[in-house]
């Protein structure tokens, strides 16, 4: 099993900016989908972006136009850029690199928190 290990997070003011790094300890063959989950305390694990390898793109619609997710496939890297931050997005931020039926790898979590 491998672990993989965020960076990035921290605490922010409403309306400002922050970039979380994603990457696995060893090499992966064929990942086919990056993505970034959150959770928030006393709520559920929920999904934030997702990237596949050829690129295509899906956000939760409570981050579109302010996240973008890019991922560095022959790096196993993956990057969640979070602008115009809001106090409901405070959670910890997971990554995860998966293929379906062969591999599902997580990180430990970034915590994120957005307050004056």
């Known amino acids: 099993q491998v672990q993989l290990v965020e960076s990035g997070g921290g605490l922010v003011q409403p309306g400002g900016s922050l970039r979380l790094s994603c990457a696995a300890p060893?090499?992966?063959?064929?990942?086919?989908?990056m993505g970034w989950y959150r959770q928030a305390p006393g709520k559920q694990r929920e999904l934030v972006a997702t990237?596949?390898?050829?690129?295509?793109?899906n956000y939760a619609d409570s981050v579109k136009g302010r996240f973008t997710i890019s991922g560095d496939f022959a790096r196993n890297t993956g990057y969640l850029q979070m602008n115009s931050l809001k106090p409901e997005d405070t959670a910890v931020y997971y990554c995860?690199?998966?293929?379906?039926?062969?591999?599902?790898?997580w990180g430990q979590g970034t915590q994120v928190t957005v307050s004056s």
């Open positions: 995860n690199f998966r293929r379906p039926g062969i591999f599902d790898y």
């Open positions: 060893v090499s992966i063959f064929v990942i086919n989908v």
């Open positions: 990237i596949a390898g050829g690129g295509s793109t």
